[in-house]
């Protein structure tokens, strides 16, 4: 069956513009997590949403960044006024729960963002 | 956030057993150990998951003590596509995982 979805994979943006990315989670799967990954680092955390549950922000570095999700689908990753340290791959991943046992986490691609 | 503690990178030949060594000195009683694997250019994957003792599956075998502070990944016989960054996780499902800086294994010919 279909994966998780990313798009755009590659993004190239000006300084100081706003970017929106979208992730499509594997369908049923409650968990969706978004992770950063600078180049040649591991996954930094970034939020995580669960089923109808107030989403997990603790890891977004800044007021710049948002995400929504709407129901058990979609979701959008925002990055307002983007700064060269911006710069990486957003990964994202969902899950049938929160991972644990026998619901391990489905990564998609990720998008690659470049501030110029 | 619960933090593991792994060699930063790994060097081995083909067709060699490769273990890597994850620390989970703060593990809690409901956590899961789990391991992902990352190549270039791709989100990471699902390897192995265990809490005690040993798993094993058609990829890697997980070995976790009894005091649960430590757990090695091991693959059998590695070639060179088994190249990869390798990252360890405690898991206990609904809440958000944590993925350190992984191990970086390169399998030479």
């Known amino acids: 069956g279909a994966g998780v979805s990313q798009s755009p994979s590659n993004k190239v943006t000006e300084k100081g513009k706003d970017v929106e990315l979208r992730c499509d989670p594997i369908?049923?799967?409650?968990?969706l997590y978004w992770y950063r990954q600078r180049l040649g680092q591991g996954l930094e955390f970034l939020i995580y949403?669960?089923?109808?549950?107030?989403?997990?922000k603790s890891g977004l570095p800044s007021d710049r960044f948002s995400a929504e999700r709407t129901g058990e689908s979609v979701s959008t990753l925002t990055i307002q006024r983007t700064q060269q340290e911006d710069s990486a791959v957003y990964l994202c991943a969902s899950s049938s729960v929160g991972g644990g046992v026998n619901s391990p986490l489905h990564f998609g691609n990720g998008t690659r963002l470049t501030v110029t | 956030l619960a933090k593991t503690t792994q060699p930063i990178s790994m060097d081995s030949y083909e067709g060699q057993e490769v273990n890597i060594t994850c620390s989970h000195n703060n593990i809690a009683t409901n956590d899961y150990i789990t391991w992902y694997q990352q190549f270039p250019s791709q989100g990471p994957r699902f390897i192995i998951q265990g809490y005690k003792t040993k798993v094993t599956n058609e990829v890697a075998s997980l070995f976790i003590p009894a005091d649960r502070k430590s757990s090695t990944l091991s693959l059998p016989r590695v070639s060179l596509s088994d190249t990869a960054v390798y990252y360890c996780l405690e898991d206990t499902g609904r809440r958000a995982l944590t993925f350190g800086s992984g191990t970086r294994l390169q399998v030479q010919p």
């Open positions: 369908s049923g799967h409650t968990a």
């Open positions: 949403f669960q089923g109808n549950s107030a989403p997990d």
